[in-house]
């Protein structure tokens, strides 16, 4: 059995928004900065498993995918903001 298949859909949001939003605005910021935003963000939401992307766009609803959207900006923005106050890029 192949497990490698299984993804949070959530990843996928968290990581494209971050670098969609986040990372031009943060220039200069090593890698473990983005990637402690991602896990606190991913942490503050729900799992939601799936084999495959397309699954996701086919079967999901608009106004499930914006309730999404939504909380992906507020984790990400409360992550962010947990980060910039306690992350020390010196290290």
């Known amino acids: 059995m192949e497990r490698s298949q299984i993804h949070n859909y959530y990843e996928h949001l968290v990581f494209d928004y971050i670098d969609r939003h986040v990372v031009p605005n943060s220039t200069g910021q090593p890698d ?18 799936v084999r495959y992307e397309v ?23 409360e992550a962010k903001a947990f980060i910039d106050e306690n992350f020390d890029s010196r290290h």
């Open 32 to 49: 473990d900065y983005f990637l402690d935003i991602a896990c606190l963000a991913l942490n503050k939401l729900p799992n939601r498993y």
């Open 55 to 77: 699954d996701m766009a086919f079967f999901l609803k608009s106004d499930e995918r914006a309730e999404m959207d939504t909380r992906v900006r507020q984790s990400i923005k």
